[in-house]
């Protein structure tokens, strides 16, 4: 990115977790260029198009064998509202009385109401919090005892009456980059489906290649019920929600019976041009080059953690792409903690975009980052930690 002044600016964070491909990819420019001149938008009910179909084919293509439809939406927030949504009526067109959600604390969804209610409660939320559904929040895997965090999950669907359940797999993204590891997943996905739950995997901010696979779940042996995807979908360059489900899932939505219909659309559902953009995302996050990229980022976030340890620079982790550490510090790790800004002024006048969750500092690069631009940002990572020992 390059300011007013000309400074050049490392985008280490993929402008909020977005961009895949590097910022003005010719490739995706040109796709949503030729998509505009054909068809720029249409009413996505009683019509569809070619590239909401294709893009929709490929999507099931790389997701689990286990999904089978696909509800285009606008965002990562309404992906997660859509997925809560068909939750709750799956249980609803079946006259079953299930409507417990459970959720993950630390846990964000999207800044929409259903996706605030199954989020973290805090200083975001606090205005609406009367307005929240209920939700059963479970420890957060990665900052508990795994055999609490079970025992907590075993009490909570005992009842019978839970609709759903929703995490973020493997890594909380805005909780701070929390990471835990996949068995203890696996194992809560497996109780709840046993217990008839079904599983919403958010992997909005997971998707497309970010935690070294194509999916977090793809670790997972127990394969969640839904996924919500944004973000990476459309290498960051347009807005456009997705959520998936199984089988199991659409057939209580029988077509042709109105009572039963999911009644939930956008008047940009499927935008032709995102659409577009995201199918020339797919096919180059899938080349060998780009799925390389993403091994090599890996093993070297991988040797930093290896080759580093530091005072005051703590908790170093990583999962595939996603590097993470917190700087300890003497005020109440928070979103709001001071040192926030004095990292990000420290980074950004080195010409690099890190955008800390409170103390926690982390770098989501865009997979077209060369070793040596990482290699950049591991040695201003380094001279941060001898600032804070002055
Ligand atoms: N879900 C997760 C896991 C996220 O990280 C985010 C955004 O950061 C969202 C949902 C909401 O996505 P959006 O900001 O596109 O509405």
């Not at 089978?68 to 079953?96: C, P």
């Not at 040192?339 to 989501?364: Q, S």
Request: a negative charge; hydrophobic letters at 40%; one cysteine or more.
């Amino acid at each position: 990115m390059i300011l007013e002044d000309g400074r050049r600016i490392l985008d280490g964070i993929s402008s909020w977790w977005v961009n895949l491909h590097g910022h003005g990819n010719k490739k995706i420019a040109e796709a949503i260029k030729d998509q505009a001149l054909k068809l720029e938008q249409v009413i996505f009910a009683g019509f569809t198009h070619e590239p909401a179909i294709s893009l929709a084919e490929k999507v099931l293509f790389l997701l689990p064998d286990n999904q089978a439809k696909v509800f285009y939406s606008d965002d990562g927030s309404t992906s997660v509202e859509v997925a809560l949504k068909i939750a709750i009526q799956y249980w609803e067109n079946q006259r079953i009385n299930k409507s417990r959600i459970i959720a993950l604390e630390s846990a964000y969804h999207g800044d929409t109401f259903g996706a605030m209610a199954v989020g973290a409660r805090g200083i975001f939320t606090k205005p609406f919090q009367s307005r929240l559904f209920d939700v059963d929040f479970i420890s957060t895997p990665g900052l508990n005892e795994g055999d609490k965090v079970i025992s907590e999950f075993k009490r909570a669907i005992s009842g019978n009456d839970t609709a759903a359940f929703i995490f973020e797999p493997l890594v909380q993204g805005a909780g701070g980059m929390l990471m835990h590891e996949p068995e203890i997943l696996n194992e809560m996905i497996a109780m709840a489906q046993k217990q008839d739950i079904l599983c919403i995997a958010d992997e909005v901010m997971t998707g497309f290649g970010r935690t070294g696979k194509m999916f977090a779940s793809d670790y997972l042996t127990s394969k969640p019920d839904f996924f919500c995807l944004s973000k990476g979908l459309t290498g960051g360059t347009l807005p456009l929600g997705i959520t998936t489900c199984s089988d199991k899932v659409a057939s209580q939505f029988p077509e042709n019976n109105f009572e039963k219909t999911f009644y939930h659309g956008h008047s940009f559902t499927a935008n032709p041009i995102s659409c577009a953009a995201a199918l020339a995302s797919l096919e180059i996050l899938t080349s060998k080059d780009c799925l390389t990229s993403i091994e090599q980022i890996s093993r070297l976030h991988a040797d930093f953690i290896k080759k580093n340890a530091f005072d005051f620079l703590c908790n170093l982790r990583h999962r595939g792409t996603i590097l993470a550490m917190d700087a300890k510090t003497s005020d109440v790790p928070s979103y709001q903690n001071p040192i926030r800004k004095k990292i990000y002024d420290f980074f950004i006048e080195r010409n690099i975009l890190l955008r800390p969750l409170g103390n926690t500092i982390y770098i989501l690069p865009p997979y077209i980052i060369t070793e040596i631009e990482l290699a950049g940002i591991y040695a201003a990572i380094r001279e941060f930690e001898n600032t804070l020992k002055q």
